[in-house]
Structures are given as C-alpha cells and as structure tokens.
C-alpha cells in the first residue's frame, strides 16, 4: 500500500559497480524506498509498471535499449521524474527533450562530488522535498584566486530546484563568458551574464559581467533583480564581491545566504559581516581546501562568518541549512 508521502525509486544503470555504489547512497536518503536496481531496460519497464515510483535514476547507456529511448517510452505512458545520468556531455539535450528532469555528466567510475549531485537532483524532485527556498530567495557567492574551480564543485552539488544564484568571481576584463561556458559544464543550472534589470529566477545562475560596473541585487515588490551600478573600485576590484554583498544584506536581510570562496586579499569581507548582520546565512571555504586563504581569512576573522566549511561540503551545508528558517545572528562557529 502507497504511503501518503510516497518516496520510492528506479535505478537502472548497468554498470554494476557503480549500480551497487550508488543504490547504497541514495538508500541512505531519509525516507527513500529502492523499489528496484537493475542494468536492463525491460526489467525497468516491467519495474516501472509494477510500483510507479515517484523518481528515476537513469543511465543512458543501456544495452538493446537506450537510456533515452526508455526515457522516451515510459514518459509517453506515465510520466515520472527522472534524473539521466550521461558519461557523453553532447546527449543532455536529447535527455531533456525526451522529458528528463536533470541530466548529470559523470564518469565511469563515480567520484564523491558527482555521487552528491545525484543525490541532490533526487533529493530536489522527492515528494517533501521542495521546502529548499521557502526561508531564502537568494544566495550570492565571491570568489577571486581559485574561484573557478572552486564554483564549479559548488555548483555541481547543487539540485536544479534552488533559489537564485549571483556569483561575482575576480577575472581578467571581457572574460566573463567564458566563465559561463566553463560553469555550464559543471551543472545542469542554466548559467548567463547579468543584465541591468535582469530578473534574479530560482534555478537559474548569474554571473556578474566585467564591465566596469558592480553587479548588486534590488527588490522591486516580489520581483528580485540584478542591476548593473558605476562606483569607484571596491577592494581593487569592480566589479567587487563587496557590492553584491552589501547590496544583498540592504534588499533581502535574513532571506539571503552569503558564500565566500577562495580568493587573495579581502574583497567581500565586509559585505559578508553586513549580510550576516541583516540575519543572513553566511559560509566560509575553509584554509585546508582554499588555493589562496585570503578573502575567506579575512571574513573569519571579523566575525562574517557563520559556518566554515571545507569546499567539497559546501553545497551539502546550503542545503541543509537552507531547508531551515534563519535564525538570529550568534557567535561564530564551525562545523
């Protein structure tokens, strides 16, 4: 008999190692029932009409039938939730066309960051699980020295249903799209450049172009937006991860999370002791996983910080913390 909040799942991949992998992680994710684990795409099928299971885990790579073919099958019969699972980056398009929710890249052998994104992309699409941006409409990341592949591990452990994401990242000038290009690669998130008055969606990232101008957030009504401002050079820098922070401290307060990367110097410090001053969620990489300790030193020190992490824990600790209402600034801490 179907519980009232029915969290059951398909994995079907037929690479048994990485099958067995990871049908043990995702058993681990509370409340979720494995109704089957199978590499053969009629055993799926037959799974599939057998239990309707509210999320599948899909590899595309299957023997006689493909991945996407089975996609194509079942969705036309009983649509569910699916997370396609891709060593061949080019077949994305194709997935979501075919009705799949997300599409994660991975290799053959799973590694820690990608075995998290899965659970994520799951974890988004479960039944109870949509509550991740009911206490927060924002979160704004800095980073500078080691930035790029910092955000990249981010983001790749974040699900696709996810509030808003405005990144200002240290780069050379014109070289911001590029930036987009290289963050594609690591997330199925769409990734652009900002515009003045661009609205801010949840499940979309924004990156501050280098245009000589500071990339800050405004709220008009319910509508939050990116503005492109002049303003001298903030750190050295423009456009300066301070300006993102103090301008989303001033419009969102406690409904905004602040996120500080590796990086030199200290661009962002004091924008982040705004944020977490308006009650905003704030965290810190910390000095074992950062290429240069500097920026996120700094806001250590000052007290900006409320959690610290190490960057492969990063976007674990969002969603953990962001699944709970904001609580009152308090003394620094780690976890």
Known sequence: ??????????????????????????????????????????????????????????????????????LERYMSAFPTPTVVLSQDQSLAPFARRAGARAVVHIDQVLDHTQKEKIVSEVKSILPGEHHISKYYDLVAIG??????????????????????????????????????????????IPVCEAEDGMPIEPGHVVVAPLVDKHTQIRRVGARIEAVLVDGPLR??????????????????????????????????????????????????QDESSSLVYGMPRVAQEIGAVKYQYPLNHIAQALIKHMASPPRRRNVRSTQ
């Open 1 to 70: 008999m179907t519980h009232a909040l029915d969290r059951t799942l398909l994995l079907v991949d037929a690479h048994e190692g990485r099958r067995l992998s990871l049908a043990k992680r995702l058993a681990e994710i509370p409340g979720v029932r494995l109704v089957g684990s199978t590499g053969n795409a009629y055993e799926a099928r037959d799974i599939l009409v057998a239990h309707r299971p509210k999320v599948v885990v899909l590899h595309e790579a299957l023997p006689k039938v493909s991945g996407i073919q089975l």
């Open 235 to 284: 750190c050295f820098q423009r456009p300066a991860v301070e300006a993102l922070f103090e301008s989303a401290a001033q419009a969102l307060g406690a409904r905004a999370v602040g996120v500080i990367l590796t990086g030199m110097g200290s661009d962002g410090a004091r924008g982040l002791l705004s944020m977490r001053d308006k009650g905003a969620l704030t965290i810190g």
């Open 143 to 188: 980073s500078s020295t080691g930035g790029i592949a910092a955000l990249k591990v981010v983001l790749a452990g974040l699900p696709s249903v996810f509030p808003g994401i405005v990144i200002a990242q240290h780069m050379p000038k014109g070289a911001s799209s590029g930036l987009c290009d290289q963050l594609r690669d690591a997330t199925s």
